[in-house]
């Protein structure tokens, strides 16, 4: 068992949007995360962002750092069915008509943390029934930083009676170091994925179609330019250790970032944040988000996990300097 360890009174400061704030240090890396959705709001290497993230004096924008469960991305109208019976959630994107990014982001997990240690931090948090979600899980989100940089394991774990639908996500924008509206542009960026699911224009998907000879091919390293992408890729490309990586490099090469997925993560969205509310935070990072099923998992089935009750499900992805 890992020790807990209580929070510093200086961050024990309930004026803060996202809430209580912690820090979790390895070498020259430096997390810090937050009470509100225990996510991850930024990621530094001896003071240089790794990250697109946001202040402990500011409210979360654009999902940064949010984990999404029970299920990323969208499910259109925020209808589903499920054993026979329809299924209608609260429309938390109204412009699109949708659901977006899950029922968990917002909610207050554990706080003091389940677990704390110089290198690592778990929270908790169950998700009870509510508007279009009948069902119970208990979730558990572990954050480590050591030599090969932050592991990430979300774990969630059917407390019903009855199966449940359920996916997974996360949602971190990579950073060169340098945040400016426009600074990914002359970034070079790899993305593993073969295939990448085309949407309409609500964001739900409409087939599958080959990267090849399109705008979306970024298996070789190269400079984004000014792509406006945000789809999701999968038939993704993996090393020898099953994990899919995602590199965004300085255009000299000199310093950037990597992400990557265990094979519990068929899917990438990849977003260049275009369409931010936000205008001062458009193109600043490179969204990248591991996803366990595919957007409108709830109505496609795919990528869908089932959950029967007492089962439980765990992924892990990961950042790491490049």
Not at 6 to 33: F, K, M, N, V
Not at 52 to 79: F, H, V
Not at 122 to 131: D, E, G, K, N, V
Not at 212 to 232: P, S, W
Request: net charge negative; glycine share 12%; aromatic share 8%.
């Amino acid at each position: 068992m890992i020790p807990r360890r209580e929070p510093t009174e200086a961050t024990i400061d309930h004026r803060h949007p996202s809430g209580l704030q912690y820090e979790i240090r390895y070498g020259g890396q430096t997390a810090h995360l937050t009470e509100v959705g225990g996510a991850l709001r930024d990621y530094l290497l001896d003071g240089r962002p790794l990250l697109d993230g946001y202040g402990p004096d500011e409210m979360c924008t654009g999902a940064r750092g949010q984990s999404l469960i029970p299920w990323p991305n969208r499910i259109k109208a925020g209808s589903y069915e499920w054993e026979g019976r329809r299924l209608q959630l609260d429309l938390s994107e109204p412009d699109k008509g949708g659901a977006i990014h899950g029922l968990t982001r917002w909610r207050n997990w554990n706080a003091p943390v389940v677990e704390q240690t110089d290198e690592s931090i778990s929270f908790a948090y169950t998700l009870h029934a509510c508007q279009g979600w009948p069902w119970v899980l208990d979730c558990r989100l572990d954050y480590q930083l050591g030599p090969d940089g932050l592991t990430v394991r979300s774990t969630a774990v059917n407390r019903s009676d009855s199966p449940c639908p359920y996916g997974t996500g996360a949602h971190p924008y990579l950073s060169t170091g340098t945040v400016r509206a426009g600074a990914i542009d002359t970034a070079l960026v790899q993305v593993p994925g073969r295939t990448y699911l085309p949407v309409d224009e609500r964001g739900i998907p409409t087939g599958h179609e080959r990267v090849d000879g399109t705008k979306y091919d970024l298996r070789e390293l190269q400079q984004l330019g000014g792509r406006h992408i945000d789809v999701a890729y999968t038939d993704l490309l993996r090393g020898g250790d099953g994990r899919a990586r995602v590199r965004l490099l300085r255009p000299d090469r000199s310093g950037g970032v990597e992400l990557w997925v265990d094979d519990t993560y068929p899917y990438l969205e990849i977003f260049t944040g275009d369409t931010l509310p936000q205008r001062d935070c458009r193109r600043t990072g490179l969204g990248v988000e591991p996803m366990t099923c595919a957007p409108d998992a709830f109505n496609s089935g795919e990528g869908l996990i089932t959950l029967d009750p007492g089962q439980s499900h765990t992924g892990q992805w990961g950042i790491k300097p490049a």
